[in-house]
């Protein structure tokens, strides 16, 4: 099992379209693929329709699990987590995918108790995904924005971090700081968790002629600050942010065009990274040239 986080500072660039076309992807092609909605604002769950609601349902909250599991118990995740391989039944060959769905209050709840109990509790949701690795080959975790317990919390779970930037100068600044994070997750836990950076994710991106300076400043600013940019951007698509509406991802829904093509690459490239030393990572050139849509 690989346990990927998603993750960036910076609010609105695509974790969340990332985490869940990654996670209803890498299931087309095959895998048995665990998305987990760390987000109290439950946009991952919504993005492949699971929204709790009811007392029933707020028991399946992630928010719950990790409450229930701070105070010594341990819960069968196989009666909580959402089955959504429904997705994927056009498709031969696909895997599964399975939802850990989340929902505000207990999921805020959730981030107090951890806050309360102190870093020692970070490496909470490694232990609870540990608990399942024989049934998943992927793990793709969703976060929220900002330095928070909670996103630590899925820091000290992953394997590897992907980050994501749109090209823009603040989300740049974003991804570093994520960057930089991942960097002290091993000292703060001990040495329990150790994740990987792998990567940046540029996103909404337009087509390189049209890139202006601030667009070639930010893809160069990835390479500068270590941030490993992916050579596959993600371009702006509509079809990417009309999925949320159906609960369908758009790599499920468009999955032989533009959405399916761009994350289908992505996914071939983080698969190619997590198998190679850094040294042989492919990463994208420097520009060096004018921007060429000035
Ligand atoms: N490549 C894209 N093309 C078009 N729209 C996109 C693309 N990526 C994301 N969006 C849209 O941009 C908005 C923000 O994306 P998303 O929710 O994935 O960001 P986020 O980083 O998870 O936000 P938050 O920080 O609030 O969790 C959404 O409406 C989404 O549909
Ligand atoms: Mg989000």
């Keep these: 099992m690989k346990v990927i986080a998603v993750a960036t500072q910076k609010g609105g660039v695509g974790k969340t379209s990332t985490t869940v076309n990654l996670a209803a992807g890498l299931s087309l092609a095959g895998a048995r693929v665990l998305a987990v909605d760390l987000d109290p604002q439950a946009q991952a769950g919504t993005a ?54 989340c929902e505000e209050s207990t999921m805020t709840a959730a981030q107090d108790l951890i ?47 992907i980050t994501v930037s749109i090209p823009e100068y603040p989300a740049l600044k974003g991804a570093a700081a994520t960057r930089g994070t991942v960097r002290y997750v091993k000292d703060r836990t001990g040495g329990e968790c150790d994740p990987q950076f792998l990567g940046a994710v540029l996103n909404r991106s337009n087509p390189p002629s049209r890139w202006k300076s601030q667009e070639v400043n930010v893809r160069n600013g990835l390479l500068d600050n270590d941030l490993a940019p992916f050579i596959t951007d993600i371009r702006t698509d509509n079809r990417i942010s009309d999925s949320f509406a159906f609960g369908v991802p758009s790599v499920i829904r468009y999955a032989s065009h533009g959405p399916g093509k761009m994350y289908g690459q992505l996914m071939g490239q983080i698969v190619e990274r997590i198998q190679q030393p850094r040294e042989k990572w492919e990463m994208p050139e420097r520009i060096e040239s004018e921007a060429p849509g000035e």
């Design 115 to 161: 806050h309360k109990k102190g870093y020692q509790s970070t490496p909470i949701l490694r232990r609870i995904l540990l608990d399942v690795e024989d049934f998943f080959d992927f793990v793709i975790i969703d976060t929220p924005p900002a330095v928070s317990s909670l996103s630590a919390t899925a820091l000290a779970a992953a394997d590897y971090v």
């Design 48 to 101: 492949v329709g699971v929204n709790l609601s009811g007392e029933d349902q707020l028991a399946r909250s992630l928010g719950w699990i990790i409450q229930a599991r701070l105070q010594g118990m341990r819960m069968d995740l196989s009666n909580l987590w959402f089955d959504r391989s429904e997705l994927l039944s056009e498709f031969e060959d696909a895997g599964t995918l399975h939802l850990l769905a």
